[in-house]
């Protein structure tokens, strides 16, 4: 479990300041999937949609959703970090990258609090793999 | 507030082993905690005379069956019913399952249950999975904007094709205490069966299930200060006897041959298999030291820590608390929103400073989206809570409003 002062860590100016304002938040249209993914331990959701080129890396992302400081923060800072990088460069991110971000460790029933958010990607493109379009979506241009 | 509560601590281990950091238990909702006395009980039963019941003729299998038999009759004692009215279950979720596989399953399409709209996951899905198998359907009855039930909505609501009335006693969000022996009296005008949900009443108020006059009435130890994996089913004699039980084999026979089998009497009826003897003698040991604080007692210590609480929460800006105003109508649980604050976060950074609270949507999904909020913070008071943890409660409260509100 996380130390009071790593408790107050998280919960400092900066970290408050993008809770308050996120950044990449909204819903992107067109986009290549888009996903909600709830924690129904504590009531935090995400919606994700993301828009894939034909490299198969993110060109835009967009986040919408509500909850905890570490859930919604860990989605603004991952949807900015999920910019420009592929799938797969994505899907082999974890949690260590969301403390990393955060600058606090997570422990716990935080932890999946913070990666709601890569769960929440991880699930959305598994329905794109799925889904009998998905040739078509990749070929998808900006 | 009485003398007797300042002592009530040194009977609980766990307040004496938190190596010296602040520790203020406040989940009473989620789960009590446990006195020495339940300990001892149990370590005695696996220590002196673990034996199976009702089996062997030896020594400490009597005495085993005994006890067991014994913590019927105290129970039977504590909640005002006859020794073979209570039956042992692992929890109140598993005696709400049973009435609705027992009696839920005799409904028939178009028949109607009547639910609250307060109601706990166990005391819901149960009815829902009885209605897809039925065919009955669920009507709610409604509550007040200040959470109390709207017996006007449950007069309309009532009618004859209302089989069953299912209600928790008091809410575990809400603290509202509902009124079982009007909603009884009502419905056995109708011919309905009455179930009191007693999950979070039992344990914090005097409860006498026959004053009730509900037909069963449910609850679970480890909310009473016993064991987990131990609830009780109370339920009329005459109903019980013409209920099917819903788990059959061992101990719960008469006879049994190649083909067909009878069934014991009550309680055993409902009894199958070894039960969780340590735990339910736990169990008695956690009732008969309620009984020696006395219920009255923990009503009126629990009362005013709830004014109290209230008093102090209220008059904080920014802080919404659900449920009905008037502190001395509702139980020790209090649920609160903060204005731009999670309740997660609030939870965290209450539980580094060592309050225990709950956030969450406390296993009431439909309640939490009529009141329109994604999740609640909840504190919840029991026989160990001195007004000392919530005063120092309310100060980190505060001490997190101004944190998120430095930005």
């Not at chain 1, 067109?30 to 995400?46: L, R």
Request: aromatic content about 8%.
């Amino acid at each position: 479990m996380n130390s009071r002062n790593e408790t107050d860590a998280l919960y400092r100016e900066y970290i408050l300041e993008i809770y308050r304002n996120p950044k990449n938040f909204g819903i992107l249209r067109p986009n290549t999937f888009c996903h909600c993914e709830k924690n129904t331990y504590c009531g935090d959701s995400i919606e994700l949609s993301v828009r894939l080129n034909r490299d198969q890396k993110v060109s835009a992302v967009r986040y919408h959703g509500q909850g905890c400081v570490i859930s919604q923060v860990s989605a603004s800072l991952m949807t900015q970090t999920m910019k420009g990088k592929t799938v797969q460069q994505i899907l082999e991110l974890s949690v260590k990258d969301i403390e990393t971000l955060l600058g606090v460790h997570l422990s716990g029933i935080r932890i999946r609090c913070g990666a709601l958010i890569l769960k929440t990607f991880q699930h959305g493109w598994k329905k794109v793999e799925k889904s009998s379009r998905a040739q078509k979506y990749h070929r998808f241009r900006e | 507030m009485s003398n007797k509560f300042s002592f009530i601590r040194n009977d609980f281990p766990i307040f004496s082993s938190q190596n010296g950091k602040n520790f203020a238990y406040l989940d009473f909702a989620s789960t009590s905690q446990t006195p020495q006395s339940v300990l001892d009980a149990m370590n005695e039963y696996y220590t002196s005379y673990r034996a199976n019941i009702h089996r062997g003729v030896y020594a400490i299998s009597e005495r085993a069956t005994q006890a067991v038999e014994e913590s019927h009759r105290v129970a039977a004692k504590f909640f005002g019913v006859n020794d073979e009215e209570v039956i042992f279950t692992k929890n109140a979720t598993e005696s709400l399952n049973f009435l609705a596989f027992s009696i839920g399953n005799r409904l028939k399409k178009g028949d109607e249950i009547l639910l609250s709209r307060m109601e706990h996951h166990s005391n819901l899905v149960p009815w829902q999975q009885v209605c897809k198998r039925t065919g009955a359907v669920i009507r709610f009855i409604e509550i007040d904007r200040e959470g109390n039930l709207d017996m006007e909505s449950f007069d309309i609501l009532l009618s004859s094709k209302t089989k069953i009335i299912s209600i928790c006693h008091m809410s575990n969000v809400l603290g509202t205490i509902n009124p079982i022996a009007e909603i009884s009296a009502k419905g056995h005008d109708v011919n309905a069966i009455v179930i009191a949900d007693g999950s979070q009443s039992a344990g914090h108020m005097p409860v006498n299930v026959k004053s009730l006059r509900c037909d069963f009435y449910v609850c679970s130890s480890h909310k009473m200060y016993g064991p987990t994996g131990v609830g009780a089913l109370i339920g009329r004699k005459e109903l019980l006897e013409k209920m099917e039980p819903v788990e059959t084999g061992g101990g719960m026979i008469s006879s049994v041959t190649d083909t067909q089998s009878t069934w014991n009497d009550l309680p055993w009826k409902f009894e199958a298999g070894t039960p969780n003897i340590a735990g339910i003698i736990g169990f008695r040991a956690s009732l008969e030291y309620l009984s020696s604080v006395g219920m009255d007692h923990i009503s009126r210590h629990e009362k005013s820590l709830t004014l109290t609480a209230m008093r102090l929460l209220s008059s904080m800006k920014g802080l919404r608390v659900f449920g009905p105003s008037d502190g001395i109508k509702r139980g020790p649980v209090i649920s609160f929103s903060m204005e731009g604050i999670h309740p997660h976060d609030v939870a965290n950074m209450l539980s580094q400073r060592g309050f225990c609270v709950r956030a969450g949507h406390h296993c009431a999904m439909p309640l939490m989206a009529f009141l329109g909020q994604p999740a609640l913070t909840r504190m919840s008071f029991g026989i160990t809570t001195e007004g000392e943890e919530i005063d120092q409660c309310v100060a980190a409260l505060c001490e997190i409003q101004k944190i998120f509100s430095r930005t």
